[in-house]
């Protein structure tokens, strides 16, 4: 069957049915993992019964109980330096592993970064680019910046030599009269 790009095969196989049939597999699943645990289990019991007879310790004298003691730490002690060097194997395989992983990434995906260089761009080239035919119209940056008038120095000089004395100032603010007079040239300014 040819079927077009995005358009995927029908299922033959009804809802009801694959969850069915995902609960048989989960379910067989589950009695592999557990017949798999039990046979683990016999082995290590089986294993334990061959290499480590019961032992026998009633009616041993002193030195006798102290040979056999003895014996069970050179046991031990063997049994100790094999799990240490077969641990010690794992985590170098471990590590060759993910060192040849890094690297079998690092070959799929080499590639050399150009080097980038410095463009000046306009906005209106900017939006082109970024909204490609959606952008309409220039965008004039400037235009939305509030203008700021400079002042002259003449008006600084006006309000010193109003200012002047600062007595006089205060007596002919002082008194209704004054707060009167602050009002007014606070309401005119505005």
């Given at each position: 069957?040819?079927?077009t790009k995005g358009?995927?095969?029908?299922?033959?196989i009804t809802a009801s049915r694959k969850l069915s049939l995902k609960m048989l597999l989960l379910t067989r699943a589950c009695e592999d993992l557990e017949r798999e645990?039990?046979?683990?289990?016999?082995?290590?019991v089986r294993y334990i019964g061959e290499h480590l007879p019961p032992l026998?310790?009633?009616?041993?004298s002193l030195d006798e109980l102290q040979k056999i003691c003895k014996q069970l730490h050179t046991k031990i002690e063997v049994v100790d330096e094999e799990r240490y060097d077969?641990?010690?194997?794992?985590?170098k395989h471990n590590k060759d592993i993910h060192e040849l992983k890094l690297k079998i990434q690092d070959l799929g995906?080499?590639?050399?970064?150009p080097a980038l260089r410095k463009v000046r761009v306009?906005?209106?080239?900017?939006?082109r680019a970024l909204l490609g035919s959606k952008h309409k119209g220039s965008m004039d940056l400037r235009s939305n910046l509030k203008s700021v008038k400079k002042e002259d120095g003449k008006t600084d000089k006006v309000l010193t030599s109003e200012v002047g004395d600062w007595r006089k100032n205060v007596e002919a603010m002082s008194g209704m009269e004054g707060r009167k007079k602050m009002f007014d040239t606070a309401g005119g300014a505005q």
């Open positions: 069957m040819n079927y358009e995927k095969p029908k299922s033959k645990r039990q046979e683990r289990e016999e082995e290590k026998q310790l009633s009616g041993l077969s641990e010690s194997k794992v985590g995906g080499k590639f050399k970064k306009s906005a209106d080239e900017m939006m």
